[in-house]
């Protein structure tokens, strides 16, 4: 690992990993993309005129009508991606001459989760009427009209988290408190059910390939994560090396191809605390056509939660105890959940997890390349704490 | 580990300049010249840290000489006394820039190599390694990422995400087991 310059990685080394984890054709593109921003100038902070200018000329491509960018203003919130909130005065296709309010979510030059705005897009427009997503509206995948690819969707009113309450950077372990899980976690589940029985084969996903049945979404999604740690690591994890081994040897065929949403977890819903309903399913950006194991065991993850007010009872999510979610899981979903799977997934979670804050947290911050360095760096700390979840689930499962 | 202080300087002095500097009040003068005074600061450490070992070393170095050119000082007990004490103090500082040998960036070099060459057997052997010695490295590896990990997680706690902190055996206790 030490031997290649990753701040300037040369177009050999790029090529000789691509042939090596051969990936989704989308992945590889913003792999490649990626790998080939490394090399020039960090991200340097972007005015909110630059952005609006950006966005009116993406506007000018899409409207025929006058339109007018209104209110435009920095959102805070998550670690990879900038946003901008604004309101866009317009003649709304249907609706006439309307206000609506709308957010901006722009890539920066590179993000502690490299992906593509065009299948983000996709799937958010996908979801409409499956589950609570705001609308999509535009997306300008290359970056040919902001500074760097980004999706322009609707706001939706809500929170991640209870006004009161406190939570780490990455918005992990909230406490909704004990009047909000049952709604919530209700709803959650429901949720899951219905993205995981989704037909996504009748929707417009072009920039998805669709694997064969059997192990072959298994073995993309581990070359996808195996390229991406050879890509950004700094120094080696012997650990890691032993579970991609240990995950390539017992790859699970897969019984039902499912859209997966990647990322389910608190912290990316925003709910209304009147009535306690889960307002929009927000961060597609690491979906992919796969196995439903995956998002049963992401939620899993110890990192990903908490214990109840009596210390007694862990509460995944926040929100119930992962028994409690599989069998509500299983009875709304008509789907079973196999815990042979269900552990491998956990495995695997752990590893990509480890991945994510380790190397390319590090990889990003160290090349300077996003508006939020400093957040990075700190949130490496979850990441030691993954891999020590990764090691005791090696450890478990001999 | 990669959490480091020149990684963590460079991300503390980004966000000074690009987020927090703009932001403070330029009609406080005090916080305006503070907060420079604090880029200014965390920049001299981040560009002399690497330096910072070298540095002592090479004083120590100067100081020894220093102290055997002046053992040619002759004079009455007060004296004597003070050259006793400077000489035992030179011998213990011997010591000391005796094994003081390797330069910090080797010390983090060397681990780096390690590090990647048993990453590399793991992928060799997982390729074509005798089926029956799998098991043993297995073994090996995950003993050895209990202790690292155990490490990273004491020295990361303060972080704030670790659910249950307690349970993190402190990093000062960890290393002087060793």
Same mark, same amino acid.
């Given at each position: 690992?030490?031997? !290649? ?6 177009? +050999? ?7 090596? $984890? ?12 990626k790998?080939a ?6 991200y340097?902070p ?15 491509a899409?409207?025929?009508?006058? $339109?007018?960018?209104?209110e ?10 900038l ?7 317009w ?19 590179e993000s !502690?989760?490299?992906t593509?705005?065009?299948?983000? $897009?996709?799937? !958010? ?6 589950v609570p997503?705001?609308?999509a509206?535009w997306?300008d ?6 500074p760097?690819?980004?999706i322009?969707?609707?706001f ?8 009161a ?10 406490? *909704?408190?004990p009047?909000?899980r049952?709604?919530?976690?209700r ?10 029985? *989704?037909?996504?084969?009748?929707? +417009?996903?072009s ?20 390229? /991406? ?5 700094n ?13 390539r040897?017992?790859?699970p ?19 209304s +605390?009147d ?7 927000l ?5 992919? /056509?796969?196995?439903?194991h ?15 007010e ?10 119930m105890?992962?028994?409690? *979610? ?17 552990r491998?997934?956990r495995?695997f979670h752990a590893y990509?997890?480890a991945?994510?804050m !380790? ?31 990764l090691? +005791?689930?090696?450890?478990?499962v001999? | ?6 990684f ?5 002095i980004?966000a ?14 005090l ?9 200014g ?16 070393r #090479?004083?120590?170095q ?5 102290a055997?050119?002046l053992?040619?000082v ?7 006394a003070a ?13 000391v820039?005796?094994?003081a040998?390797? #330069?910090p960036?080797?010390?983090e070099?060397?681990?780096?190599e ?21 098991p043993g ?16 997680r ?21 290393l002087?087991?060793?």
């Open positions: 690992m030490l031997a !290649i310059d990753k701040q300037n990685p040369p177009r +050999e080394w790029i090529e000789s990993l691509r042939r090596q $984890f051969p990936c989704e054709r989308e992945i590889d593109r913003v792999l490649q993309g790998l921003r490394r090399g020039g100038p960090g340097k972007i005015a909110l005129a630059t952005l609006c200018s950006g966005l009116q000329a993406l506007l000018r899409e409207l025929r009508e006058p $339109f007018e960018v209104l435009p203003q920095w959102l805070a919130g998550g670690a990879s991606k946003q901008m909130a604004f309101k866009l005065s003649q709304r296709p249907g609706a006439g001459r309307t206000v609506t309010p709308m957010v901006l979510r722009m890539e920066p030059a !502690i989760v490299e593509s705005r065009l299948r983000e $897009f996709q799937l !958010i427009k996908a979801m409409q009427g499956v997503v705001p609308e509206y997306a995948p290359l970056g040919k009209y902001l760097y690819p980004a322009v969707y609707g939706v009113d809500g929170a991640a988290k209870p006004k309450s406190v939570s780490n950077v990455t918005g992990l372990g909230i406490n *909704f408190g009047a909000a049952g709604p919530l976690g709803q959650y589940v429901e949720h899951l059910a219905a993205i995981h029985t *989704f037909d996504w084969r009748g929707a +417009e996903l920039a998805f390939d669709v694997p064969q049945s059997g192990a072959q979404s298994v073995e993309w999604m581990l070359n996808w994560w195996a390229r /991406i740690w050879r890509e950004d690591a120094e080696e994890i012997p650990l890691l090396r032993l579970a991609e081994a240990w995950l040897r017992n790859a065929p897969i019984d039902r191809l499912s859209l997966v949403h990647g990322d389910y977890r608190a912290g990316n819903f925003l709910y +605390e009535d306690l309903r889960i307002t929009a399913w961060d597609w950006e690491l979906a992919w /056509i796969g196995d439903r995956a998002d049963l065991a992401y939620m899993s993850l110890h990192t990903l939660g908490h214990y109840s009596d210390g007694g009872t862990y509460l995944q999510q926040g929100l105890p992962m028994e409690a *979610f599989l069998e509500a899981y299983e009875k709304c979903s008509g789907l079973p959940v196999d815990r042979a799977k269900f491998y997934y495995a990509r997890g991945i994510i !380790i190397a390319t947290g590090y990889r990003a911050a160290r090349g300077a390349k996003t508006h939020q360095d400093l957040l990075l760096a700190w949130a490496m700390g979850l990441g030691y704490v993954l891999l020590d979840e090691r +005791e689930v090696l450890e478990q001999g | 580990m990669d959490m480091r202080p020149a963590q300087l460079q991300t503390v980004k000074m300049t690009d987020v927090v500097l703009p932001a403070v009040d330029p009609a406080n003068k916080a305006q010249e503070q907060a420079q005074l604090v880029v600061m965390l920049s001299l450490l981040l560009q002399r840290l690497p330096l910072q070992y070298r540095y002592d #090479d004083e120590l100067r100081y020894l000489q220093l055997r050119e053992s040619a002759r004079g009455g007990a007060q004296t004597q050259l006793a004490d400077l000489s035992a103090g030179a011998a213990a500082g011997a010591g820039l005796q094994r040998a390797a #330069d960036a080797e010390l070099a060397a681990v780096l390690l590090r990647a060459k048993v990453g590399e057997l793991i992928g060799a052997a997982n390729a074509d390694g005798e089926p029956a010695s799998l490295l297995q073994r090996s590896v995950l003993a050895a990422a209990k202790v690292q990990t155990a490490r990273e004491a020295w990361l706690a303060p972080t704030g995400f670790e659910a249950d902190p307690k349970s993190i055996t402190p990093i000062e206790r960890q002087s087991s060793d």
